[in-house]
């Protein structure tokens, strides 16, 4: 048996993240990437635009024919034709000249502004028939002076040629995705998602699809730990069921490392159980126990190990504990792992006011489900009472309020920051 | 043509909000159900455990036989067994008498209380040698009185029978999926997850996978808007681009109809595609024109109709103002269809102060694109300048502040609220 390593979590997280080495990368197709994490910088193979394009309906004229314009003082424009959607066009604009252009246009030769269709006299009635290759010039009265690059997007305006678009690091979101299809790139490399395997084992624990005997009990933690490993964007591996034995464990906490990057036993609470948990960690080959308890409640027994480059984590038997211990430590693993550079605003929290006492033991770092109730004085946290072997006080809950070592208790009307599920 | 209705973007929410429609529902097994919600209120089928359970590892007891130890003056109880884990158990307590048994076990009759095995003078080291059947009774002393309850929990005291368990209207989240293995349910009613047609239309706009000729530009909504879809939860269908045609879009926004909850039509920001898209809207049997036209920016040509139970929208061409018309019309709508009773605090908002004076237009509500900074003086949100046509400008940003209808700007070092992405 190896040293009791009873450590805090910021001990545990420090080590954890020092020890991370990124998982492999992958290339994703730019619309199943979505949530991914990028694992190199993204440069941009064009300008976008590559061409000078009206970003409003009205009429592309050089800016400097507009000066002093206003509606008691117009300027004439001649209008020499039209630019078609989606088309280049060989009119060039000279002065005194305008081209009738729709949002979107490619702009005409010596074009450096639009004036939008609302600041001329010109009636967008007449727009179905079209001033283009018309026999009588049409003039314009413009109530409204332009500067260059008003109403346009130049070429590159949006996204220059080269330039860095996106970080390797960055969780990819939609408007992201977006501007990966705009400069014309359709796959991207991501991280890999790191596979997670759940091992439960407990004599007393049954599927959920089989009717308890007497002292049985329906396995509750595969399936949660499961939910948050997908939310976390891992990939959960459900194990079988395995009893209270050194070698079934053994074998099985094996198969799970060929194809897993993170295993999770999940116990058995009882002394027992861990004892059985945590000889199988210990023996496998190269493991170095990393924290064997950890002062939090709940979640106090966990088992941290790593093995080469993979994770074993011995998971509490109590189904709060083990929420609150994958909460702590595992889906950070699994964000470092996937290389995400999660900025700590990023984090799902909101602050409400304690609505009771809550005292605590400052021995430990306490987490305290709460759910929060909105009220005329704001947001209020109501903790939620009940013993943490109770799945229900999660399902009753609708977040934690982290009581730091060194605090006795929170007071009523105190503010707190509660971190949503 | 119909009569231009622009609306506030409250006056478009509201009335969306009062035409929607339930979708209907549809059984999944409770793993995909993570995410989805509940179309029926949940009630256990059974109790939580269906045994008295120990929720450490020590002795089962009569409480009363603790009363008034400490460990000046500890009680002295005979072990007259061990409980075995995942098995009934015929020993019975008596008084003065006791039953080793482990987190987890089934306590044996006439027990109420189980005291810690700290709480005692048994080594644990002792455990392998299993007192079960000794010849030699064992004596404990214990050192700390228990209540009855202590330790244990009750039948059904996580889940009573008939309970409800979870509520119609509720996300399904991985503590709930826990719950619900736990007492055996293995499949629920859910919403069925609407889907969304995108229509892209616009004669400039080419596929991503195209070189782009002079004035062609690629399709960057069609991207964007699925990725929000996916991430609302809902089934996006992305449609072959449209050009500017009436005869051509109307059978696309027919065959959409065919198969989806709602349609995209992903403009074209000019007068001409959005008259397009309007007459085909209107030529829709039964469509009813909610908005044409909202009085925000940007967003502001954004045209809403339903017809019998689906929902077109005329999103505008703009990148940015597409995004924002989705997050304030068709996200809500979307989780509105799909039975979401989302709280206020659980949209993802920070607070932070604005690090520069803005100004809006009374006149409409401005939604200002922001980059967040974390200083020593807390979370910054910077202003992301750039005109509304640059999808970079949403690369660039980590949320939005709403400036409402009425204000005329913001001051440097106000405090804002950032609607995250």
């Not at 960690?281 to 170095?288: K, L, R």
């Not at 308890?293 to 109590?318: C, E, H, L, Q």
């Not at 070592?405 to 105190?414: K, N, R």
């Amino acid at each position: 048996m190896q040293f009791f390593k009873v450590k805090t979590s910021e001990e545990l997280r420090d080590e954890l993240q020092s020890l991370v080495k990124l998982l492999d990368s992958e290339i994703s197709g730019i619309e199943p990437a979505l949530g991914r994490v990028l694992a190199t910088d993204v440069h941009s193979p064009v300008d976008l635009p590559d061409f000078n394009r009206s970003i409003m309906d009205g009429f592309a004229v050089r800016a400097r024919d507009t000066f002093g314009a206003s509606a008691s003082s117009p300027a004439y424009l001649k209008v020499i034709g039209e630019v078609l959607m989606g088309e280049t066009t060989t009119l060039k604009v000279s002065t005194g000249e305008a081209v009738k252009i729709a949002t979107g246009g490619m702009l005409p030769a010596n074009a450096d502004a639009v004036v939008m269709v609302e600041d001329t006299d010109y009636e967008m009635a007449e727009s179905k028939s079209s001033p283009s290759n018309s026999q009588d010039d049409i003039l314009i009265e413009v109530t409204k002076a332009v500067a260059p690059g008003d109403n346009i997007v130049r070429i590159g305006e949006d996204v220059r040629q080269s330039q860095k678009l996106l970080s390797k690091g960055h969780q990819l979101r939609p408007q992201d995705i977006g501007a990966l299809a705009g400069v014309g790139i359709l796959e991207v490399e991501v991280y890999r998602q790191p596979t997670v395997a759940i091992i439960p084992t407990g004599d007393e624990i049954i599927p959920p699809n089989e009717t308890p005997k007497p002292g049985q009990i329906r396995d509750i933690n595969s399936y949660s730990l499961a939910g948050l490993v997908r939310q976390t964007g891992g990939i959960p591996i459900r194990f079988s069921l395995i009893p209270d034995n050194h070698t079934a464990l053994q074998e099985s906490v094996r198969e799970a490392l060929k194809t897993s990057d993170v295993v999770l036993i999940s116990g058995g609470s009882s002394v027992g159980t861990r004892d059985v948990a945590l000889d199988v960690i210990a023996g496998i080959d190269g493991a170095q126990i990393l924290a064997h308890g950890v002062s939090i409640r709940p979640g106090k027994p966990v088992i941290a190990a790593i093995a080469r480059d993979k994770y074993i984590f011995g998971m509490p038997g109590n189904p709060v504990s083990a929420m609150v211990v994958f909460e702590l430590f595992v889906k950070s693993l699994l964000q470092w792992l996937s290389g995400l550079q999660q900025p700590n605003w990023d984090i799902k929290s909101v602050k409400a006011k304690l609505n009771t006492n809550f005292s605590s033991d400052a021995g430990r770092e306490d987490y305290v489900r709460v759910r929060l109730i909105e009220t005329a004085d704001g947001l209020m946290a109501e903790p939620v009472l009940g013993k943490s072997a109770l799945i229900s006080t999660m399902v009753k809950a609708d977040g934690t309020v982290k009581i730091p070592i060194g605090v006795e208790g929170l007071e009523a009307g105190e503010e707190v920051t509660v971190f949503l599920f």
